[in-house]
């Protein structure tokens, strides 16, 4: 639970590509309160909070105690956004709300060679994607009620995904009696 926490913490997870970092940081610019962007694929690599690099999959294998070290007490003083492709290593108590964008596996794969990843890498993603893992992930590891799915294909959906949550965030902090600046 958020225990005292004067501002929340807002997970935005999905599969890679699915819009994570625009949400977030439309988000950080949009919110009543500030609230700082963590793009924590950035912050391992910054940091050398992994254990290694894989050359052929094109990715760190990030080390979590040292992960989980760095975020606490950032977690603990709230007004963070956590974007990442997994959540599940994310302690319960730290999350006041888990976005778990989606979007067609067809708009991915194209999102993704964009991005030149390796094809075994969009085939995995993609594979993720359809499989539904994040959302899955997500389900079992917080509270129905915090988890939220939302479609990321288009300006749309990021704008109205946005407001949806600034709705929320204004609620979160009315509930408990703090006033909007
Ligand atoms: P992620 O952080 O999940 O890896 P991203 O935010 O970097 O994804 O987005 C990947 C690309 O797709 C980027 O070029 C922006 C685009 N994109 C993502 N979601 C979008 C949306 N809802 N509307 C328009 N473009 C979007």
């Known amino acids: 639970m958020s225990s005292s926490r004067k501002a929340p913490v807002i997970v935005i997870t999905g599969t890679p590509g699915t819009g994570k970092t625009t949400h977030a940081e439309l988000l950080a610019q949009e919110s009543p309160i500030p609230l700082k962007h963590i793009n924590v694929g950035d912050l391992v690599k910054e940091k050398n909070l992994y254990e290694a690099y894989d050359e052929e999959w094109q990715s760190y294998t990030v080390d979590e105690d040292k992960l989980l070290d760095e975020l606490e007490p950032l977690a603990s003083e709230g007004g963070i956004i956590l974007d990442w492709h997994t959540c599940d290593i994310f302690p319960e108590r730290w999350a006041d709300l888990v976005v778990v964008l989606r979007c067609n596996h ?41 988890v939220v ?26 509930d408990r009696g703090i006033a909007n600046s």
């Open 106 to 146: 067809t708009m991915l794969w194209d999102r993704l060679e964009k991005r030149g990843y390796p094809l075994k890498k969009i085939q995995e993603n993609n594979e993720a994607e359809i499989m539904e893992v994040v959302i899955e992930e997500a389900r079992s590891s917080y509270a129905p009620e915090i």
């Open 149 to 174: 799915e939302l479609q990321s294909e288009g300006t749309e959906d990021l704008e109205s995904n946005v407001s949806r949550i600034v709705q929320w965030i204004e609620a979160w902090r009315k």
